[in-house]
């Protein structure tokens, strides 16, 4: 799975938009999921990152939550971010997996 980096102009009365479930409810179909919101009210900017297979689903599917998104990005999860899982699956890709005991 990638991580995506998207942002879009979202003005300060859309913002209950960003609720959690709304966001989870909109994108649980596609595969998609959305790991971060954050809203710049003074600027009427959100970022999202999501978690995805591919960019072009991550298209998908914020156009079919009704969400544009004027840039998205590919970004790589930086480690002081990971969660022990994320760890665990870097090292493994890395051919470095802990050994268990």
Do not use: W
């Amino acid at each position: 799975m990638g991580h995506y980096l998207g942002e879009c102009f979202l003005a300060a009365s859309a913002s209950n938009t960003l609720a959690p479930s709304a966001l989870d409810a909109a994108f649980a179909p596609s595969g998609v999921r959305v790991l971060q919101t954050i809203f710049v009210p003074d600027d009427e900017v959100c970022l999202y990152l999501f978690e995805s297979d591919s960019l072009e689903r991550v298209r998908q599917a914020s156009a079919a939550a009704g969400i544009s998104i004027d840039r998205l990005h590919p970004v790589e999860p930086t480690l002081h971010d990971a969660t022990p899982a994320d760890l665990l699956e870097l090292a493994k890709q890395a051919g470095t997996e802990p050994e268990r005991r």
